[in-house]
Structure formats: structure tokens, C-alpha cells
């Protein structure tokens, strides 16, 4: 009697024998299950853009600006820190070409001003001006109101661990391009 496997996966040919198809369909199924939480880490990613997009559609609207133009004021006038567009890009992933109309509406428009940093001539800060501070401030009412749902019913101690893992997360994602090249 014999044991044996055959399997044909493309120009592969697998002989195994019952044991190693056992072993064998837990690795397919471990690939599969690592998949699939990746599938639902990025499908909670893009649900929670879809909802935080959503709530800032009414000020967009009643701000004239768009969601791009949204994200580029909120960013610069929660991160002073990060406030060049190369940071917009970098930090905040938004592509470069998009950044820049947002940037160049938003200047147009008086919501922002572009500034020489002190230190090094070549870097231009983007600062928002007075006339945004409305916007500004509807806009971190609104993200504390979304921050406070996110919230709702996780422990402090839960949060910290979230927090935890998410920096490591993120720091892994850095990783992506250099491990790559």
C-alpha cells in the first residue's frame, strides 16, 4: 500500500507522503490566515478613512475646500512640527501632486501662507493663517469627536497596548521599501 502524494503546481511536481500533507496544509493554512489579517487591517484602514471622510465632508462644504485641501490644513495646523509639503507627503501619505494643488488652493484661498524657515532658506514652511482658524477649529472638533467614537468601550490599558503595537506596525511598515531594494 502506498502513501504517497502527487501534486502538479505548474511546472512543480510534490510527492508527499501523509504526514507532510498534513504539515503542509497547516503552513497553507497559517499563509492563509496571515493573509487574511492583512486583508482586514487594510479594510479597517480604509472603513476608517471612509468614516473620518465622511464627517468631514459638511465642513469641506460649508468651508468650500475639499477633502484634499481638508487634510493638508489639519495636518500643518496639528503638526507645526511637519509643516513642508515634502512632510504632507512623507508623514500624512499624500501624493505629491495632489499636495501640491491642495497647498496652492489653500494659499489662494488665504488659508495658508508659505514661510522661508529661518535656519535653511531652501525649506518653506506652510503656516496656516488667521483666516483658517474657524476651519481649524471645526475640523479638531470634529477629529475629537471621531477619536472619542474610536474609543468608546476600550480600557486604558487596552489603548496602551494598541498604541504600542501600532508604532511597531508602523515601524515595520518603513521597513517595506528598504528590505526590497
Known amino acids: ?18 504526514k ?3 504539515i503542509i496544509e ?14 482586514k487591517m487594510i479594510a479597517v484602514g480604509k472603513k476608517l478613512a471612509n468614516i473620518y471622510n465622511g464627517l468631514s465632508q459638511p465642513l ?22 511637519n509643516n513642508t509639503a515634502r512632510d504632507i507627503c512623507s508623514v500624512r501619505g499624500i501624493k505629491s501632486g495632489i499636495a501640491s494643488v491642495a497647498v496652492e488652493t489653500l494659499i489662494q484661498k488665504g488659508y495658508l501662507v508659505r514661510t522661508d524657515d529661518p535656519s535653511d532658506r531652501r525649506i518653506h514652511r506652510l503656516v496656516p493663517t488667521e483666516s483658517a482658524q ?9 477629529q475629537e469627536k471621531f477619536i472619542s467614537a474610536l474609543k468608546r468601550g476600550i480600557s486604558p490599558e487596552e489603548e496602551e497596548i494598541f498604541e504600542r503595537v501600532n508604532e511597531k506596525i508602523l515601524e515595520n511598515v518603513k521597513l517595506f521599501g528598504r528590505e526590497e531594494a
Open 26 to 39: 497547516i503552513l497553507i493554512l497559517d499563509y492563509l490566515e496571515d493573509i487574511m489579517t492583512a486583508i
Open 134 to 142: 474657524n476651519i481649524i477649529s471645526d475640523g479638531r472638533e470634529m
Open 1 to 18: 500500500m502506498h502513501s504517497d502524494f502527487c501534486y502538479d503546481i505548474g511546472e512543480l511536481r510534490l510527492t508527499c507522503t501523509k
Open 60 to 81: 469641506c462644504k460649508k468651508y468650500g475646500i475639499n477633502q484634499s485641501c481638508f487634510d493638508v490644513l489639519m495636518f500643518c495646523a496639528n503638526n507645526p512640527e
Open 20 to 22: 507532510s500533507v498534513i
